[in-house]
């Protein structure tokens, strides 16, 4: 668990997602989610920032497990398909490349029927311990 009120994984956010993920070998990442009525864009199907929200949150957790402290620098995402209000959904993310200031990281989304419905890459940004004061997580 992340924050408790992180709005993709809190356990305390009455209107978060509460998305659980979980850790495998090689510093990839998995979580499930179902696509909830309240979260729609177009009719019957889910808003595309929720979708960016929930690759966002996967990239952000395989630097998590590595204990590091990171931002999303930059976040690209392409919608591949559709995804309707009430299918389940894997989220997975993984580590592409590592420096010391930089994870590059990319991550997907597809349906329990294998359909790929969304992809991103993201670049997290390795916090130095004055950027954690600034943005007020020196003790997160
Ligand atoms: C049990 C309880 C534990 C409690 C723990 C609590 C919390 C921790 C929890 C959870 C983790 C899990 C869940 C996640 C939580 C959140 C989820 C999602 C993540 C986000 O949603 S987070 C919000 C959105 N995010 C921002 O709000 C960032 C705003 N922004 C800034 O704060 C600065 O902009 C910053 C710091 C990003 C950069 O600072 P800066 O500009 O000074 O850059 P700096 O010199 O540090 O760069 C170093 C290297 O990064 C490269 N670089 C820099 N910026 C880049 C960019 N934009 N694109 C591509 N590369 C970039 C440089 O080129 C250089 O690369 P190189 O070393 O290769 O030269």
């Known amino acids: 668990m992340g924050s408790h009120h992180c709005f993709v994984c809190g356990d305390k956010n009455p209107k978060g997602l509460h998305v659980h993920f979980e850790q495998e070998e090689g510093g990839a990442v998995h979580a499930t989610y179902q696509c909830d009525p309240t979260h729609q864009g177009w009719p019957g199907i889910q808003h595309g920032g929720i979708t960016s929200a929930l690759l966002d949150e996967a990239c952000a957790y395989v630097t998590y497990f590595q204990g590091l402290t990171c931002m999303t ?10 995804i309707h209000v009430g299918e389940t959904l ?19 989304i597809v349906s329990r029927s294998g359909e790929r ?3 991103a890459q993201a ?6 311990a004055r950027q954690q004061a600034q943005a007020g997580l020196s003790n997160p």
């Open 123 to 128: 670049k997290m940004v390795v916090l130095t």
């Open 73 to 82: 620098g930059q976040l690209t995402v392409q919608f591949h398909a559709p």
């Open 90 to 108: 894997e989220i997975r993310a993984r580590p592409v490349r590592v420096t010391r200031r930089l994870m590059d990281i990319e991550a997907e």
């Open 117 to 119: 419905k969304a992809s």
